[in-house]
């Protein structure tokens, strides 16, 4: 079954950049990523780029309406996901716990409905 992952993180929680707490992060995300990819479950995986970034659409009474940033209000903010095909949900909470940004941050875990 496939899960979506995603990395939830306030971004003033994350270790700051260029410091070797923030390398120690990168290195655990690119270990973990190469360990999914090994297993052969990873369908896609993308980092997000910062929601001073975004925008958000809506459209009310036919009219559509752009504005910047995220729609909520929020301190943890979607900084990234990944797409795996799972066993089952507690091998994708297992996997979700071994995602770096679980430890400052939280990953939500979503199975796909599947069409």
């Known amino acids: 079954m496939r899960y979506m ?3 939830y993180t ?3 929680a994350e270790p700051q950049e260029g410091t070797p707490e923030q390398m120690q992060m ?3 995300y690119g270990r973990f990523t190469e360990d999914v990819n090994k297993a052969g479950i990873v369908q896609s995986s993308e980092r997000l780029r910062p929601v001073t970034d975004a925008t958000t659409v809506r459209v ?4 559509t309406v752009i504005t910047d940033g ?3 209000e929020t301190r943890e903010q979607l900084g990234g996901y990944y797409l795996l ?3 089952d949900l507690a091998h994708a909470q297992a996997l979700a ?3 770096p940004g679980a430890e400052h941050g939280s990953i ?3 199975p796909i409905f599947e069409m």
């Open 5 to 7: 992952l995603m990395i």
């Open 10 to 12: 306030d971004p003033k």
């Open 26 to 28: 990168f290195e655990g």
């Open 60 to 63: 009310r009474d036919g009219k």
């Open 70 to 72: 995220p729609f909520a």
């Open 85 to 87: 095909d799972c066993k």
């Open 97 to 99: 716990a071994k995602i």
């Open 108 to 110: 939500e875990v979503r």
